[in-house]
């Protein structure tokens, strides 16, 4: 009973360009989403987050939306550069509980 | 300040062995949590243990455990080994505050033959 999924294994994009990465959930009771960005070799880094009270929180070029009715979120980044090239995971809580994981999206920024 | 240290870092075992994982926190977290990473899985939550008692628990069969000592320190372990416990073995860890503060140790690759 997968309750996030992230249903695109990996994107590819141009530097420079937007890096859309997608992300749709099933619990309903989850308030609050968190991504994070993971190199090879390395364990996941926190990246941005959202309050189920809000539907957008922004932090320098990585902006997160949240469509509550929709149940799904989407990870932003502009301009793309390509040390953002990782493996992008998103992740729902329930009341700061155990964290739920999508299996994550390889995102590819070619120069 | 050190990050979250996991050990070993690789690990070869054949089916129907155990295995002992260690993580040891970042000085002042106690919380530890601990994930597995399979390829189209992503991550499974497996256990929290913060202060020695464990929090919170996922969905995994009684053959995985841990436990965490007084100072911080957790092991996991996973008896009888099947193939399909191959995989990353990731643990986080945090002071009482936000999942925001949470930190991943590098994780251990282990593989079931």
């Known amino acids: 009973d997968q309750q996030v999924k992230q249903n695109s294994p990996s994107l590819s994009v141009q530097e420079g360009r937007i890096s859309i990465l997608n992300c749709d959930y099933t619990?309903?009771?989850?308030?609050?989403f968190l991504w994070y960005k993971k190199y090879p070799a390395e364990g996941p880094t926190f990246l941005i987050s959202?309050?189920?009270?809000?539907d957008k929180n922004e932090d320098g070029r990585f902006t997160v939306f949240l469509n509550k009715s929709a149940k799904h979120l989407s990870l932003h980044i502009v301009p793309s550069q390509p040390g953002d090239s990782a493996v992008y995971f998103c992740?729902?809580?329930?009341?700061?509980?155990?964290?739920?994981f999508g299996q994550g999206t390889e995102l590819s920024v070619k120069p | 300040k050190a990050g979250v240290t996991q050990t070993p870092r690789y690990l070869i075992k054949t089916r129907g062995q155990q295995v002992t994982l260690s993580c040891s926190p970042i000085s002042g977290h106690r919380s530890v949590s601990w994930y597995q990473q399979t390829p189209g899985q992503g991550l499974q939550f497996l256990f929290e243990?913060?202060?020695?008692?464990?929090?919170n628990k996922g969905n995994f069969p009684g053959r995985f455990s841990g436990r965490q000592f007084s100072n911080s320190r957790s092991e996991m372990n996973v008896s009888t080994l099947e193939l399909g416990d191959s995989a990353l073995y990731l643990c986080?860890?945090?002071?009482?505050?936000?999942?925001?503060?949470?930190?991943f140790g590098p994780g251990t690759r282990l593989l079931v033959l």
């Open positions: 619990n309903s009771m989850f308030d609050y």
């Open positions: 959202i309050s189920s009270i809000k």
């Open positions: 986080a860890t945090r002071t009482s505050g936000s999942l925001e503060t949470q930190y």
């Open positions: 243990y913060f202060s020695e008692t464990q929090r």
């Open positions: 992740a729902a809580t329930y009341q700061g509980g155990k964290l739920i």
